[in-house]
Structures are given as C-alpha cells and as structure tokens.
C-alpha cells in the first residue's frame, strides 16, 4: 500500500536477482519486487529504488543480505541499516 509514512525495508541483492520486500506495521506485504539484474546489480537496482523512493519516501530502516549487500548499501547511501552474513553449511 504505497504512502505509508514509515517503512521498512528488505534488499537481496546478488548477481542473478534483486528481491526487495516492503513490510507493513502488521507484517504484511505492501510490496515486494523481483528482478532478474543478468549480471548488472548496479543499474536494476538504481532504477527500481528511485521508483519505490516515491512510494515510500521515508524509512525506518532497511535489512540488507546477499552477494550484494554492501554495494547496496554504498549505491543507495544507507546509513541507517542491518547487513546480514549468510553462512553456507555444506
């Protein structure tokens, strides 16, 4: 539901695909994307965020996770966030 004042949001950001989810206050899913980046991150990534900029101008924070985590964190200047390891287990 776009125009929620504050939100939440969640980014995995890897080679193959971009995942964002945008909880509501009751946990619900306000919206979520799924891009393929075939490689290039960097321009998907940009492009869908300046969309959901409008959206959801305001944030109350934003988990981060995959390959990418930390290029999205520099690309979208985050400064307020959880970055999350993964450990592989075989």
Not at 9 to 27: C, D, F, K, R, T
Not at 67 to 73: D, K, M, P, T, V
Not at 79 to 89: P, R
């Amino acid at each position: 539901m776009p125009g929620q004042s504050k939100t939440y949001i969640g980014i995995e950001l890897g080679s193959v695909s971009l995942n964002i989810a945008i909880p509501g206050e009751e946990l619900r899913l306000l919206e979520s994307v799924y891009e393929r980046t075939r490689r290039q991150p960097v321009p998907v990534l940009i492009d869908v965020f300046e969309g959901l900029k409008r959206d959801f101008p305001e944030r109350n924070g934003v988990l981060r996770t995959g390959g990418g985590r930390n290029l999205a964190a520099n690309i979208l200047e985050i400064d307020m966030g959880i970055s999350i390891d993964e450990e592989h287990t075989n």
